[in-house]
């Protein structure tokens, strides 16, 4: 009895563990998936270094009240993934709600952005946000802008200069 007991310690230290090291964690409801899709959703997440699971109910109450998110309590009813994203903030709402999107049997019910309790608007929003190499490529494209318009500036004055010469 004692080894069972143990066991379940181990297993809520382990998500609080998860909790406290995670950019984003997302709960959602898988019911209604087939084997096939829970499979492609899992190759997904794992290829975005997501790390995806299910757990008891229980076991996971215990962990968010350890750290304190117990806001989350009301979300943890019937079968529940969790997704736990350490290094990204943004991918797990992007894939899941991208695949949300594909597959109606999957719910994205809530979650935590950066240590706080995310509304599901909140991690909505966040889906919609380009991915890290996306973001870099706006920001070059920003700082590329006036260096481009002065080229252009330069190029007309250019132009002009030769056309006034050529009358």
């Not at 499979?39 to 975005?48: G, Q, Y």
């Not at 009240?65 to 117990?70: D, I, M, Q």
């Not at 966040?126 to 002065?150: C, K």
């Amino acid at each position: 009895m004692s080894n069972i007991i143990e066991q379940k310690k181990q297993v809520v230290e382990e998500i609080t563990d998860k909790f406290r090291q995670s950019q984003t964690t997302l709960i959602v409801d898988y019911r209604g998936l087939d084997v096939a899709e829970v499979t492609e959703l899992r190759k997904e997440l794992r290829e975005a270094g997501i790390d995806f699971k299910v757990y008891k109910n229980t076991m996971t109450r215990r962990a968010v009240e350890n750290v304190e998110l117990t806001d989350l309590n009301e979300l943890l009813t019937g079968p529940n993934a969790v997704a736990f994203s350490n290094d990204d903030v943004v991918a797990p709402a992007r894939i899941l709600n991208d695949f949300a999107k594909k597959h109606d049997a999957l719910e994205i019910k809530g979650g935590v952005i950066e240590g706080r309790v995310a509304s599901l608007d909140e991690i909505k929003e966040l889906a919609t946000l380009p991915d890290y190499e996306g973001m870099v490529s706006m920001l070059l494209s920003v700082l590329q802008a006036p260096i481009r318009n002065f080229a252009y500036a330069a190029k007309s004055v250019a132009d002009q200069k030769e056309e006034q010469q050529g009358a």
